[in-house]
């Protein structure tokens, strides 16, 4: 997956991590003058990551991180939904309420680990950032 950031900060040690700024893109392409249904700009996201190659600040780069971002994502949204169609879909002999309840209760605990690894991830910083190329 490539975003295009643009540099922030040197590093401070050679062989150390750039920090770039990466603009958030939403889903309606951000294009408030049409609709006017945004609340407000989404944050920037400040990120640090690998260069082989000399930059300078306010350079624009491409920046790549791996497939395991959108498995993280995947992940995270997917799982509360997965557990609650399971908990609601499984116990077939129960009456209604009790299997909303029970789905309730998987969608909970798939929000509970969805937290868990993320709060994990962002430990380890799994994540990694390689900027690719000079813009």
């Given at each position: 997956m490539?975003q295009?950031?643009t540099v922030?900060?040197?590093?401070?040690?050679?062989?150390?991590l750039?920090?770039?700024?990466?603009?958030?893109?939403?889903?309606?392409g951000?294009?408030?003058d049409?609709?006017?249904?945004?609340?407000?700009?989404?944050?920037?996201l400040v990120?640090?990551?690998a260069?082989?190659f000399p930059?300078?600040?306010?350079?624009?780069?491409?920046?790549f991180?791996?497939?395991?971002?959108?498995g993280?994502?995947?992940?995270v949204?997917g799982?509360?939904?997965?557990?609650?169609l399971?908990g609601?879909?499984?116990?077939?002999?129960l009456l209604?309420?009790?299997?909303?309840?029970?789905?309730?209760?998987?969608?909970?605990?798939?929000l509970?680990?969805?937290?868990a690894v993320d709060?994990?991830?962002m430990?380890?910083?799994?994540?990694?950032y390689?900027?690719?190329r000079?813009?």
């Open positions: 490539t295009t950031a922030t900060a040197l590093p401070t040690t050679p062989g150390g750039v920090e770039l700024t990466v603009v958030r893109q939403t889903a309606c951000h294009s408030c049409g609709c006017g249904r945004c609340a407000g700009r989404t944050p920037d990120i640090r990551a260069c082989g930059v300078q600040i306010g350079d624009k780069v491409e920046v991180s791996g497939n395991n971002v959108l993280l994502a995947a992940l949204y799982l509360p939904v997965v557990l609650f399971l609601y879909l499984l116990p077939g002999g209604e309420p009790w299997r909303y309840a029970c789905g309730g209760a998987g969608f909970l605990l798939g509970c680990a969805a937290i709060r994990r991830m430990r380890k910083a799994a994540v990694s390689r900027i690719v000079k813009l």
